[in-house]
């Protein structure tokens, strides 16, 4: 076990290798550049311009560019912002609590909700519950996100005013539990019942495909009730699979999370990194590609460990 | 790009005859109630749609970023909405009446308020202005912008405060410059190793300001709360918030439910504008500006180096359903750079861009540029047809692009849309001239010099240092361009600019399309909020800012 | 392979399988009859008629911002985003058949490689390689198929290859093989035909992530540019007259969900009709 786990770590340093390489290149080739937006204010000049390009070492050929970027990454570095100057580690660092939160409570809603329906619809196949939960999740993925956000917010926010129209707190006002989960609400349903959608369609299929197997007609065969081939047989090994998908999903998540954010003002790594990207900030940009992308494997490796752990007959290695 | 180009005034004669007014409008219950006296107490949340992040006044700055500064730092004057120079960090305007100006217009002297404190206790001297302008003439800081400050030979202090310095040459838009100049504290960056990374631009900056810095949390906000110690009138808030709202819908839905009490930089989109008329909790600010929306052709290409061709075009734009219809109304046409509240503005040529797109078809005619098969005009085997670009996802840029595509087919004319977003658009491809048409929004601020924009010396694109991107070269353009900055005496100036006017209507270098207007809304309650045209961003006086106590 | 009759009796029982093949088939004909259809020219600008009411002046679903024809401009956005969808399919079936087959058949170093490069496309989430691409590509609507088709034939790649892997060992196989069969013959004539199945359902389902993704990317400034319309870009620029022109927002809003609730309902329908553990 130990030995796969340390061979997948190993397995990532030429992809992020690889990546960072290719990031780095495209980003660096691209037109405009991290000065251009400020370039809109007539006050600074061309030779403004100039200078503070070479102040940042901007004018340098690529390779040279990639190159002391590299050095500073193997010294755990990750560069710093043409923005502010500060630190790219420091920057996404205080970003992600903020997306944590918002994904780890989707994620939250969307396992529970999207379980439940999922496993009531397999188990009432063809009833009224399992047509109504199946259209309710095939249209809950139809509605581009940013439309269903803004929709929350018009009729919710501004019209209902039941919920706050984004940001994390109310601003000036001490900490209160009670706030950040209001605060919360429009933004993680959002995101979450999204994700309910595809949890409730892969938990029906899982289970109505155990369903079917031999070893549970032969359970039912030996005159278990119904119940008991349900929770002791059926479930755990339809869910087992699931385990897969948690860490699949964690991408989704992250696509999800970048358009959740910018309609509910949510101050997350998605926001930053469009914001970066607006900015051509590139520093910021490949430090989050990195972090996201190392995030992505280690939930990928993580749900494999832990399908290995809850099937015996899956062996790692 | 609301911010003013390089706005110069007329500083010999003092202050008080400064150019024209650009009041506010209150449209409807703005001043509807007599403001009385302040009352002390409680916060403002200010919705932004773009995010402060440097609180260096120093380095390079987007406008929302300006606002903050402004609450933070002071500028040795400010200038208020009628134009005028208020001292702030000065204790007078300097000029050559009170002796602070010399006789041939170089040497300054610039008394110093006395008392003045830094947000962490220490006094401020003139130490620190002269401080200020040698971090942002430093070759190794990334300091914004140098324009202007350029023109200082030297800056010394007399004593704490006495401020001297002397200019290289006599240059009338100074004092302008220097209300953009905010002041930053010697004791705290003097030790600093690099100036450009040092945390008191992100975390720790330290101003004179009615407001001190408390904390930014990254993609959210920024907390500053009152300086008691401070110099002028007020603060009479104990907080002020600048709220980081990307999606505009969102924020005006903000501005709405009270969640943000005023809206920043992009205010209130003109498609909101019928909506938030109907609002009772708000105050609706419809604030004229010097700013103007204008096509801008490259004079690099060899098709828009006749003057023909751009006249064509020009009378076959209509600037009626853009006004109208897209604006509401809101927005005055523009025939020429400089706006008709304007000391410069020549009123002859009013009324000298008509939509004629018979004239326009017949003028293509006459230079040879005849109707294809497709209705596209062609000559010599190349076809009429041209890209145009903006910034992407600008909506009114965006329309307004749509429809002169419509006008402009209607003479034979192909325009295709091309856009970028503003970190592309902005790079090369503008500053060195590599677009073929763009619209843009250019600033004149309040004076009309505009030499940047239209001078041959400052094309980037044939190695000059300015902005002259549309790379328009004219001798008799520059002739007067040079006439109007060098003779300080305003009856001079005017016939400078006067020819200019009647000059570049004739040239159409450029095609002013409309002057910008900002909307803005606050919420009922808070006073002492007063749009400026001539400073960048409006939270320019948020010192004065109350709130009235239901 | 199941028999044909079989498929087809177990996808047309589906009712909501059917009605989404339906629906599908009715969209594409009218994107595809558009300029027939379209009782405006959708670009035509008219601001006398500026956000015109539904049924007002001729105006079947109302006028936009700039007096447009909304539902002229719905048909011929329609033809924008199927394209983008459709086109975004066939490219991550092409590109993911072959080279999941490639791999598949080949192993050793071709499979490590096109595995890993995969791996390093599944590493990233979706949104974020298309913005970093779109931010130097002109957002055309070839460019926006191209940067979402390439970024979507990953997982039908990890699909064949597994069906080919499975299959490579299987007597029928073996068989074609000792009979002197060519690598390409093998591939094309036995082992991606009992690939079909899935792949098919992929693709149905990659057309309706696609036509989200296009919308997406028009929100976040990203997307097809004016004049240009898409049911994305629609949907995105009305956002600000929701409360007031509401037809602006609602009819392109409508037309992406119902293009992909269709498209999700086939695929689904078609899931379960090819599966040959289901009874008939």
Do not use: N, Q, V
């Given at each position: 076990m130990a030995v796969y786990v340390v061979r997948r770590l190993l397995q990532a340093i030429p992809l992020l290798v690889g990546l960072s390489f290719a990031g780095f290149v495209l980003l660096r080739l691209a037109p405009g550049g991290p000065m251009a937006v400020y370039a809109q204010n007539p006050s600074m000049s061309e030779a403004d311009m100039r200078r503070i390009e070479r102040i940042l070492g901007l004018d340098r050929p690529i390779h040279v560019q990639y190159l002391k970027w590299a050095a500073g990454m193997a010294r755990g570095e990750l560069g710093y912002s043409y923005r502010t100057g500060r630190p790219v580690g420091e920057i996404i660092r205080e970003r992600v609590p903020a997306t944590l939160e918002l994904m780890g409570v989707a994620y939250l809603i969307a396992i529970t909700l999207g379980l439940t329906t999922g496993i009531v619809s397999a188990v009432r196949r063809h009833s009224l519950f399992d047509y109504a939960a199946t259209t309710g999740a095939m249209v809950g993925l139809s509605v581009p996100t940013f439309w269903f956000g803004l929709l929350v917010i018009i009729v919710f926010a501004g019209g209902l005013r039941w919920i706050p129209s984004g940001g994390i707190a109310t601003l000036g006002a001490p900490f209160s539990l009670w706030d950040r989960f209001i605060h919360l609400i429009g933004p993680a349903s959002v995101l979450g019942l999204w994700m309910t959608a595809t949890w409730s369609r892969y938990a029906r299929s899982s289970v109505l495909e155990v369903v079917g197997q031999d070893y549970i007609r032969t359970a039912r065969a030996k005159g278990l009730r119904g119940r008991t081939v349900l929770l002791r047989h059926t479930l755990r090994n339809a869910l087992i699979p699931l385990i897969t998908l948690a860490g699949l999903e964690f991408r989704n998540l992250f696509g999800g999370a970048l358009v959740t954010e910018t309609v509910f003002s949510w101050p997350g790594v998605g926001r930053l990194y469009l914001d970066s990207l607006n900015y051509q900030d590139y520093a910021v940009i490949l430090g989050l590609l990195l972090v996201t992308s190392l995030t992505v494997v280690a939930g990928s490796l993580l749900a494999d460990i832990g399908y290995a752990a809850a099937d015996p007959r899956i062996r790692l290695g | 790009m609301r911010r003013h180009d390089l706005s110069r005034r007329h500083f010999l004669t003092g202050a008080a005859t400064l150019g024209a007014t650009l009041g506010a409008v209150g449209v409807r219950g703005a001043g509807a109630q007599a403001p009385g006296a302040p009352q002390k107490g409680g916060q403002v949340i200010v919705g932004l749609s773009q995010e402060p992040q440097n609180f260096n006044p120093v380095m390079p700055t987007i406008e929302a970023q300006r606002g903050v500064h402004m609450a933070i730092y002071d500028d040795l004057w400010r200038i208020d909405p009628k134009g005028a120079f208020v001292p702030n960090l000065a204790a007078a305007i300097p000029t050559q009446a009170n002796g602070g100006v010399s006789k041939d217009g170089t040497s300054f002297t610039v008394k110093l308020r006395p008392g003045v404190q830094w947000h962490d206790g220490q006094p401020f001297t003139a130490r620190d202005v002269v401080f200020t302008w040698k971090t942002i003439m430093n070759p190794k800081v990334t300091a914004f912008s140098t324009v202007g400050f350029d023109q200082i030979a030297d800056m010394w202090t007399g004593d704490d405060a006495t401020l001297k310095f002397k200019l290289k040459q006599p240059y009338a838009p100074i004092l302008d410059i220097l209300a953009d100049m905010f002041v930053v504290p010697e004791h705290v960056l003097?030790?600093?190793?690099?100036i450009n990374k040092d945390e008191f631009n992100t975390r720790r900056p330290v101003g004179t300001g009615p407001f001190k810095f408390v904390e930014w949390v990254s993609g959210d906000h920024v907390t500053l709360e009152a300086h008691r110690a401070y110099h002028g009138p007020g603060p009479y808030l104990d907080r002020l918030i600048f709220k980081y709202v990307p999606d505009l819908t969102v924020l005006f839905t903000q501005l709405k439910t009270g969640e943000v009490d005023a809206t920043g930089i992009q205010g209130i989109p003109v498609d909101l504008y019928p909506e938030a008329r109907t609002l009772s909790t708000i105050n609706l600010y419809v604030d004229p500006s010097t700013s103007y929306e204008t096509i801008a052709p490259n004079h690099l290409l060899p098709m828009f180096k006749d003057r023909r061709m751009r006249q064509a075009l020009y009378l076959g734009l209509d600037k009626k359903p853009i006004v109208e219809k897209i604006y509401l109304g809101l927005a005055p046409e523009a025939e020429s750079y400089v706006p008709p509240q304007s000391w410069a503005y020549n009123p002859k040529i009013k009324g000298h861009h008509r939509y004629d797109p018979e004239r326009a078809k017949r003028l293509l005619d006459e230079i040879g540029w005849k109707v294809g098969p497709d209705g596209i005009r062609v000559k010599d085997g190349a076809r009429l047809s041209f890209e145009n670009a903006c910034t992407a996802g600008n909506k009114q840029r965006e329309q307004i692009q749509q429809l002169l595509q419509q006008q402009w087919r209607q003479i034979g004319v192909e325009m295709k849309i091309n856009n970028k977003p503003a970190a592309v658009l902005f790079g090369d491809f503008y500053r060195m001239s590599k677009f073929e048409t763009i619209v843009i929004g250019m600033g004149m601020g309040s004076d009309p010099e505009h030499s940047f924009r239209l001078h041959s010396k400052y094309i980037p694109a044939k190695g000059g240092l300015g902005r002259n991107s549309i790379a328009y070269e004219n001798p008799e353009v520059d002739r007067l361009l040079d006439a109007g900055v060098r003779d300080l005496d305003r009856e001079k100036r005017k016939t400078a600019y006067f020819r200019l006017q009647e000059v570049l209507a004739d040239e159409v270098p450029y095609l002013p399309i409309y002057h910008f207007v900002n909307i803005r809304g606050t919420r009922k309650g808070l006073e002492g909020f007063r749009p400026n045209s001539n400073m960048q961003e409006y939270p320019w006086n948020t010192n004065e800012w109350w709130i009235r106590k239901a | 392979m199941l028999d044909r009759s079989i498929v087809w009796r177990r996808f047309t029982r589906n009712r909501l399988a059917s009605a989404g093949a339906v629906v599908v088939l009715l969209l594409v004909a009218l994107a595809a009859l558009a300029p027939w259809v379209a009782p405006r020219d959708p670009l035509y600008i008219d601001m006398d008629h500026k956000f015109a009411r539904p049924g007002e002046a001729g105006f079947v679903l109302g006028a936009d911002e700039l007096g447009r024809d909304v539902l002229s401009r719905l048909l011929h956005a329609g033809r924008v985003s199927l394209a983008v969808g459709l086109i975004t399919a066939v490219i991550a079936v092409l590109v993911g058949s072959v080279l999941g087959a490639v791999a598949g058949f080949y192993g050793g170093a071709a499979d490590t490689l096109i595995m890993r490069v995969v791996d390093v496309l599944l590493s990233m989430p979706t949104i974020f390689l298309l913005l970093a691409l779109s931010a130097f590509l002109k957002p055309t609507m070839l460019t926006i198929t191209l940067i979402i088709g390439l970024n979507s034939w990953m997982s039908v790649a990890r699909m064949v290859r597994g069906q080919v892997l499975s299959l490579k060992e299987q007597e029928f196989v073996l068989a074609a093989r000792a009979a002197g069969a060519g690598a390409r013959r093998l591939i094309l004539r036995q082992l991606m035909p009992n690939a079909v199945a899935p792949v098919l359902v992929a693709a149905t389902l990659t057309v309706a992530t696609a036509i989200l993704l296009e919308s997406s990317l028009s929100y976040l400034g990203h997307g097809i540019q004016p004049p240009t319309a898409s049911w994305g870009n629609m949907l995105n620029n009305a956002q600000t007259y929701v409360l007031y022109a509401p037809w602006v927002a609602v009819y392109p809003g409508a037309m992406i969900s119902l293009t992909v609730l269709s498209f999700n309902f086939a695929g689904d329908g078609l899931r379960d009709a090819l599966d040959p553990r289901l009874g008939p």
């Open positions: - | 003097a030790r600093s190793a690099d | -």
